[in-house]
């Protein structure tokens, strides 16, 4: 039985360093608000922060670290150190990884990992974030249990793309054994609407709930453009 449910609402509650956010441990709070929205389940990112959810709110999480390394631009649960720490010290139930076909550091394999995943902790699901069909067809035959579109438009190949692409995720479910979770880019109710007529599994939403910082700029940007009319 799949640990994210079909038809979620999952909301991304999570800031990185140079984020106003960051180093406040609040996002537990996000996820309390998340659930009393009605969110399904939970996207979070960093261990503690990951557990200080798990402790508040009592539902499915999507586990991630972002980690940087200067020999790769991958940066999403990239080696297997940041595998670990998730299976480790973690219980999210599900772990997501950046599974583009761009280089890791260190050299590692994204099969690798998948591998470590499913033989040190059967319990947990692996959900692929990936840019582009090619990389979605190879999360495929790897065996992941979820693929979400959460890289379109943030590597080169894809660069430019606008999302939410409807037509991406919509080929994607007719494409994938996998369950799609579509991710990146929803704003407004309406495009929420549109992405769930392309019959995705499960449904990310970050930004747009998470970041006041730049739901604000948004706002800024509209109003200024207004003045200047």
């Known amino acids: 039985m799949a640990h994210i449910k079909k038809g979620s609402l999952i909301i991304s509650c999570q800031a990185v360093e140079g984020e106003p956010l960051y180093g406040y441990?609040?996002?537990?709070?996000?996820?309390?608000?998340?659930?009393?929205?009605?969110a399904d389940a939970i996207r979070c990112n960093y261990v503690s922060d990951i557990n200080?959810?798990?402790?508040?709110?009592?539902?499915?999480?999507?586990?991630?670290?972002?980690?940087?390394?200067?020999?790769?631009d991958v940066y999403i649960t990239p080696t297997m150190k940041e595998v670990k720490a998730l299976l480790e010290e973690?219980?999210?139930?599900?772990?997501?990884?950046?599974?583009?076909?761009?280089?890791?550091?260190?050299?590692?394999?994204?099969?690798?990992?998948?591998?470590?995943?499913?033989?040190?902790?059967?319990?947990v699901e692996i959900m692929a974030d990936i840019s582009n069909l090619e990389e979605a067809k190879w999360a495929d035959s790897l065996g992941f249990d979820y693929i979400g579109c959460t890289l379109r438009s943030y590597t080169a190949s894809t660069k430019g793309a606008v999302i939410p692409d409807y037509d991406f995720i919509k080929t994607l479910t007719e494409t994938c054994k996998a369950k799609i979770i579509a991710e990146g880019g929803?704003?407004?109710?309406?495009?929420?609407?549109?992405?769930?007529?392309?019959?995705?599994?499960?449904?990310?939403?970050?930004?747009?709930?998470?970041?006041?910082?730049?739901?604000?700029?948004?706002?800024?940007?509209?109003?200024?453009?207004?003045?200047?009319?």
């Open 25 to 38: 441990n609040i996002m537990h709070l996000m996820a309390k608000a998340a659930k009393a929205g009605g």
């Open 186 to 229: 929803i704003w407004e109710v309406g495009q929420l609407k549109k992405v769930w007529e392309s019959n995705p599994y499960a449904v990310v939403i970050g930004s747009a709930v998470t970041r006041p910082k730049d739901i604000t700029a948004r706002f800024r940007k509209a109003t200024d453009e207004a003045l200047s009319l």
């Open 90 to 123: 973690t219980d999210t139930e599900v772990v997501a990884l950046d599974a583009t076909l761009r280089d890791r550091p260190n050299g590692e394999k994204l099969e690798d990992l998948v591998a470590y995943i499913r033989k040190a902790k059967p319990s």
């Open 52 to 72: 200080s959810i798990k402790e508040e709110v009592h539902m499915p999480t999507i586990g991630i670290i972002k980690a940087m390394y200067p020999d790769s």
